[in-house]
């Protein structure tokens, strides 16, 4: 597999047919998997060597300055040429220093450009300028300004579930609003979800700061918050019950003596299936497997068969019996 287009995969710019070529060589081995966590960890703490480099300009002084001196004799060899056609080289370097005021005003457009993430059925992987990492879930939707140069690395979370992974940058917090609550990280990794009015944050690693209401808290691993817009009361943390809510990252399911009622919430949200599990006796088995890139089709058979259980559909619900 050639690592350009895995590199390409990490940052969310394959197209389909990459994202399926990428994906059966991840499924093949484990050691394709554990290489890919490889390059992603190297991506985060290298950053986006594509960003815009840094230019010196006092050395860019000197060297014109230099060029200046040892030319200057052979401009003197053409002094009766450049006055005659002075006018000539005036009107050019007017063109150059508007061509050079524009092409500024066009940089500094493109770092304010306001830019748009948007999934309908799909999970996308993208890259920020800062070289973080989001995985934004199916129906998602979020939006961040380009200002590479600002103090803040600001992004605003409109709908659905994103995964960040964020580079550490302790000059520069990375934070999220999500409707009136705001999320502030240095470095970490953590999932956030919006839905309606409410506001979901769990973090994976490192700490997350939430701000609302007045409130201020700051949440660890594997703790968790649930803030309404329109909450008044002190918030609650509450601890983590398994690890997935961030199965769309890897679409990876780990099932750890997980009760079935949540095993087919999880299915059910994940591909957009309503589960009725009929007897009571049936919700309260717990199972434990790990699925990586099946399809819903080849969950089921499993889960159904581990179980001895039937499935019927009546209009758009299924009944597991």
């Given at each position: 597999?050639?690592?350009?287009?895995?590199?390409?995969?990490?940052?969310?710019?394959?197209?389909?047919?990459?994202?399926?070529?990428?994906?059966?060589?991840?499924?093949?081995?484990?050691?394709?998997?554990?290489?890919?966590?490889?390059?992603?960890?190297?991506?985060?703490?290298?950053?986006?060597?594509?960003?815009?480099?840094?230019?010196?300009i006092?050395?860019?002084?000197?060297?014109?300055?230099?060029?200046?001196?040892?030319?200057?004799?052979?401009l003197?060899?053409?002094?009766?040429?450049?006055?005659?056609?002075?006018?000539?080289?005036?009107?050019?370097?007017?063109?150059?220093?508007?061509?050079?005021?524009?092409?500024?005003?066009?940089?500094?457009?493109?770092?304010?450009?306001?830019?748009?993430?948007?999934?309908?059925?799909?999970?996308?992987?993208?890259?920020?300028?800062?070289?973080?990492?989001?995985?934004?879930?199916?129906?998602?939707?979020?939006?961040?300004?380009?200002?590479?140069?600002?103090?803040n690395?600001?992004?605003?979370?409109?709908?659905?579930?994103?995964?960040?992974d964020?580079?550490?940058?302790?000059?520069?917090?990375?934070?999220?609003?999500?409707?009136?609550?705001?999320?502030?990280?240095?470095?970490?990794?953590?999932?956030?979800?919006?839905?309606?009015?409410?506001?979901?944050?769990?973090?994976a690693?490192?700490?997350?700061?939430?701000?609302?209401?007045?409130?201020?808290?700051?949440?660890?691993?594997?703790?968790?918050?649930?803030?309404?817009?329109?909450?008044?009361?002190?918030?609650?943390?509450?601890?983590?019950?398994?690890?997935?809510?961030?199965?769309?990252?890897?679409?990876?399911?780990?099932?750890?003596?997980?009760?079935?009622?949540?095993?087919?919430?999880?299915?059910?949200?994940?591909?957009?299936?309503?589960?009725?599990?009929?007897?009571?006796?049936?919700?309260?088995?717990?199972?434990?497997?790990?699925?990586?890139?099946?399809?819903?089709?080849?969950?089921?058979?499993?889960?159904?068969?581990?179980?001895?259980?039937?499935?019927n559909?009546?209009?758009?619900?299924?009944?597991?019996?």
């Amino acid at each position: 597999m050639k690592k350009e287009l895995i590199v390409k995969y990490i940052v969310g710019e394959t197209n389909q047919q990459e994202r399926l070529l990428v994906e059966a060589w991840i499924a093949a081995n484990s050691n394709n998997k554990k290489e890919l966590e490889e390059m992603k960890r190297v991506w985060l703490i290298g950053g986006d060597p594509r960003q815009i480099p840094d230019i010196d300009i006092d050395n860019a002084w000197s060297d014109f300055v230099r060029m200046r001196d040892e030319g200057s004799n052979k401009l003197q060899t053409f002094n009766t040429v450049l006055k005659r056609n002075s006018l000539k080289w005036i009107s050019i370097a007017a063109s150059l220093l508007l061509v050079g005021v524009f092409a500024f005003w066009g940089l500094q457009s493109t770092l304010r450009l306001e830019k748009k993430l948007k999934t309908q059925w799909q999970i996308k992987h993208v890259g920020l300028p800062d070289g973080s990492i989001v995985h934004l879930n199916s129906h998602a939707e979020m939006l961040y300004q380009k200002e590479w140069l600002g103090k803040n690395r600001k992004v605003q979370l409109l709908k659905g579930e994103v995964f960040f992974d964020v580079k550490k940058d302790k000059n520069h917090p990375f934070v999220i609003e999500s409707g009136k609550s705001k999320i502030t990280v240095l470095g970490t990794s953590f999932h956030v979800r919006r839905e309606g009015i409410d506001t979901e944050v769990i973090v994976a690693s490192g700490a997350v700061r939430v701000n609302h209401g007045g409130q201020e808290l700051v949440l660890k691993p594997k703790q968790m918050v649930v803030v309404s817009d329109t909450a008044k009361l002190k918030i609650r943390v509450d601890t983590v019950p398994d690890q997935l809510y961030r199965y769309y990252v890897h679409q990876e399911f780990m099932f750890e003596n997980t009760p079935l009622t949540r095993v087919f919430e999880v299915l059910g949200k994940a591909y957009g299936r309503q589960f009725v599990i009929v007897s009571q006796t049936t919700r309260e088995l717990k199972y434990t497997a790990t699925f990586e890139q099946q399809t819903l089709t080849e969950i089921l058979d499993v889960v159904l068969k581990t179980f001895d259980l039937k499935m019927n559909q009546k209009d758009n619900v299924y009944y597991i019996k």
